[in-house]
């Protein structure tokens, strides 16, 4: 069979030439050309226009005459990922996971295959390891994978192949960045073949109904290798977090077609694999006999989860011309923004004092509603009192001083009691309508009308 010819394009301006080059003659952009394959002009549809109108085309139809219907789903015996991937795999649905090297990809998606293998027709596609090493790592884990089947195949067409013969029900390929296709002479994980392999891999995935996993590599700086069409392509993107010193594992999703994005699974890593962690909220609190200046614990939430989560401050005097503002788990510009909110709008001075702040438990919080927990943390460690006994905060502050509303204030607040804190201090718009059993909820509108009510409580 006569390997295909291949054109280079530009990914800037889309300039077409016939070899690489280092630079395009076009827009001068440096290694902007990446293999493609060309449009054979029998194929395409739109190469003589006296054809158009022969062309099938999709029906046109109005919106009201489609009728919705619920994407079913099948659970992975795993409830956290189940949780993360919105109640479940999805018939034709394609999954991209990524996370470091040695983070679990491999054994969390062993262990769910093995678990659907007794009710569905599994297949996992190894280009990584072989057949002896992923049978060595399932008798560690201790699975039941009688009825898991697996290739170690790297090449597309003869995985495409198997797919047709076996008619698996969910495949796992592991890892796309290994495939390649004949078609191309670029070497495997290039931008051509990973584009071009997933790409005949969702084809696949939308034409027979299979559920494909993707697991991906990614760089240095923690981003999916290879081009930014391959999240787009999917339906389903994972990432897998942790720290290489701690047991604990998180799933994130940050694109999901058929549920809740920013959805968060927690994980354990134990001997016999990856298990879930029913109650997350106890790994991101520390364990005090006395409450500790600097210490504050606010309620976040993860998608459809709240997760009570300790915010730690230490602030102290600057002996640099420059005092240092440092932020772990949470956003380093939003602290030096905060620092000037309390000074402007509360009276409270760090122009001189070496300000660290930290999320326990290596957990990573994007939303603003850890503004409050942040500042009163802050101002803890800067008077050397703790707060509060049984104390949960949240709440956005705004520049000019006000608190602004958190969503889903009500499920945070009983998260909160049923984790057994008893008093609690939140916007005033998110106060709740009911009295809530052991939580006693003040509400604040301002900076410096928390940091007054939290004085009088000393």
């Known amino acids: 069979m006569a390997k295909v010819k291949t054109i280079y394009t530009c990914s800037d301006c889309g300039a077409i030439s016939n070899k690489w080059m280092g630079q395009c003659t076009s827009c001068n952009q440096w290694n902007t050309m990446v293999e493609t394959l060309p ?7 739109y190469s003589n226009p006296q054809h158009m109108s022969l062309a099938q085309t ?7 005459d489609i009728d919705a219907i619920d994407v079913p789903r099948f659970g992975t015996g795993i409830e956290e990922f189940d949780r993360v991937l919105g109640g479940g795999m999805v018939a034709g649905g394609v999954v991209l996971i990524g996370g470091d090297p040695g983070i679990g990809k491999s054994t969390l998606l062993l262990q769910a295959l093995a678990n659907m293998s007794h009710h569905k027709r599994v297949l996992y596609v190894s280009g990584e390891e072989s057949g002896a090493q992923i049978a060595l790592r399932a008798k560690r884990l201790v699975i039941d994978a009688k009825e898991l089947k697996l290739q170690a195949e790297i090449q597309l067409e003869k995985i495409l192949g198997t797919l047709a013969d076996l008619k698996p029900e969910v495949v796992v390929i592991d890892s796309i960045q290994t495939v390649y296709s004949d078609a191309l002479s670029s070497a495997p994980g290039s931008v051509a073949q990973v584009r071009e392999c997933a790409a005949q891999l969702t084809r696949a995935a939308k034409q027979t109904g299979v559920t494909i996993i993707l697991v991906g590599h990614v760089t240095k700086e923690g981003a999916l290798a290879g081009p ?19 047991s604990f594992r998180l799933v994130r999703a940050i694109k999901n077609r058929f549920g809740a994005v920013n959805e ?12 879930g962690v029913s109650n997350p909220s106890a790994l991101f609190l520390s364990q005090h006999d006395n409450q500790v200046p600097g210490s504050c614990v606010m309620v976040t939430q993860e998608g459809t989860r709240p997760l009570l989560v300790e915010i730690q401050a230490l602030v102290d005097t600057s002996h640099l011309p420059n005092a240092r503002r440092l932020s772990v788990g949470l956003e380093q510009n939003r602290l030096a923004m905060l620092l000037a909110v309390a000074h402007r709008h509360a009276g409270i001075a760090a122009f001189d004092q070496d300000v660290f702040i ?8 994007t939303e603003p509603a850890a503004d409050l927990a942040v500042l009163l943390a802050i101002n803890s460690s800067m008077r050397n009192k703790p707060l509060p006994r049984g104390l949960v905060v949240f709440g956005e502050v705004g520049l000019a001083g006000e608190i602004r509303p958190a969503p889903r204030g009500q499920e945070r607040l009983r998260e909160a009691a049923k984790l057994g804190f008893t008093l609690a201090v939140v916007p005033k718009s998110n106060l709740p309508k009911q009295a809530i059993e052991g939580l006693k909820v003040i509400g604040v509108e301002r900076i410096d009308e928390a940091f007054n009510k939290l004085r009088d409580l000393e």
């Open 228 to 246: 930014r069409v391959l999240e787009h392509i999917v339906d389903t993107v994972l990432y897998f977090e942790g720290d290489a010193h701690s």
């Open 358 to 365: 930290n999320a326990v438990g290596g957990v990573k919080i």
């Open 39 to 45: 449009e054979t002009g029998g194929n395409n549809r």
């Open 58 to 64: 999709a029906p046109v139809l109005s919106l009201d």
């Open 264 to 275: 968060l699974g927690v994980f354990a890593m134990t001997e016999k694999g990856l298990k």
